[in-house]
C-alpha cells in the first residue's frame, strides 16, 4: 500500500487522524458540541485546499459528492432550523448515490470465483433482509414519513456500496480498493453511530466516535480522489505520448 500517503507526506497523515481522534473525544467527553461541529465543518474545505494545492484538477462527479456531504453537515449542524434533517439526509443520500454511480464504473473489471460469487449473494441478501427488519421496527417509531424514507434510502444506498467495493477489493485487492472500502466501513459506522445518538441514546462516547469514523472517512476519501486523479493523469500522458513517439519513428525510417 504504497500510495495510501499520496496526498501529503506519511508524517502529516497521521498527525491528522491523531488530532481528529483525540479532540474529538475530548470535545465530545467536555460537552463542547460547538469545536466538534466547527471541525466537522472545516474539514472538507481544508481538505479540499490541500488537493488543490498538490493536485490542480479534479473529476466532477467526486467535487459534487464532496459539495453534497458538506450541505449534509451544514444542515445536520443546523437542529433549530425546521427540515433541516431532511434536507441533510436528501444531501448524504444524494453523496452516497453518486458514489454508487463511480462503483458501476469498475463493476466490469471484476472477476470473481463462483464460490467468492455465491458468497456475496448470500450476504447481500441477509443484509437486505436485517436492513427490511429495521425498517419495519421503525415504521411505527416515526411519525415524518419523509424523514423515515430519507434514512432508509440512505441505508439502502450505503448498503449498495459497501456490497460493491467488497466486490472490488475481493476481485483485486489494490491501494485504492483497499482505500475505497475503508472510506465505505468508516461512512457506515458513522452514519449507525448518528441514528443511534439521535433516535435512542445521547452518549459522549458514541457521539465522538460518530465524528472520528465521518472524520477519517472524509480524509480517506480525499486520498483515495487524489490517487484516482494521479493515475487518470498519467494515462492521458501516456495515451498522448504514444501518437508522438510513432511520429517520431515514421519520419527517422522515412
Known amino acids: 500500500m504504497e500510495r495510501w500517503h499520496a496526498l501529503s507526506p506519511n508524517w502529516a497523515t497521521i498527525l491528522l487522524l491523531v488530532l481528529i481522534v483525540s479532540l474529538n473525544l475530548l470535545c465530545s467527553y467536555y460537552g463542547l458540541s460547538v469545536v466538534t461541529q466547527t ?130 477489493y475481493l476481485s483485486k485487492e489494490t491501494a485504492q480498493s483497499i482505500i475505497f472500502l475503508m472510506v465505505v466501513c468508516c461512512f457506515v459506522f458513522s452514519d449507525v453511530l448518528s441514528f443511534i445518538t439521535t433516535s435512542y441514546i445521547h452518549f459522549w462516547l458514541f457521539e465522538g466516535v460518530q465524528k472520528i469514523f465521518q472524520s477519517i472517512g472524509l480524509v480517506l476519501s480525499c486520498i483515495y480522489v487524489f490517487n484516482y486523479q494521479e493515475i487518470a493523469t498519467r494515462v492521458e500522458r501516456r495515451k498522448a505520448f504514444k501518437p508522438i513517439s510513432r511520429t517520431n519513428q515514421v519520419s527517422v525510417q522515412s
Not at 50 to 58: D, E, H, P
Open 39 to 168: 471541525m466537522t465543518l472545516t474539514i472538507i474545505p481544508t481538505l479540499l485546499m490541500v488537493y488543490f494545492f498538490r493536485q490542480k484538477i479534479m473529476a466532477n462527479i467526486f467535487s459534487l459528492i464532496f459539495m453534497l456531504y458538506f450541505l449534509g453537515i451544514i444542515f445536520n449542524a443546523m437542529d433549530h432550523l425546521s427540515l433541516s434533517s431532511d434536507v441533510s439526509e436528501s444531501c448524504f443520500t444524494g453523496a452516497y448515490l453518486l458514489m454508487v454511480f463511480v462503483l458501476l464504473g469498475k463493476l466490469k473489471y471484476v472477476k470473481l470465483e463462483r464460490f467468492v460469487s455465491w458468497y456475496l449473494a448470500v450476504v447481500f441478501f441477509i443484509s437486505t433482509y436485517l436492513l427490511y427488519l429495521i425498517f419495519i421496527g421503525l415504521k411505527d417509531s416515526f411519525q415524518d414519513n419523509i424523514t423515515l424514507t430519507l434514512m432508509v434510502s440512505k441505508g439502502v444506498a450505503l448498503l449498495v456500496i459497501a456490497f460493491f467495493a467488497f466486490a472490488i
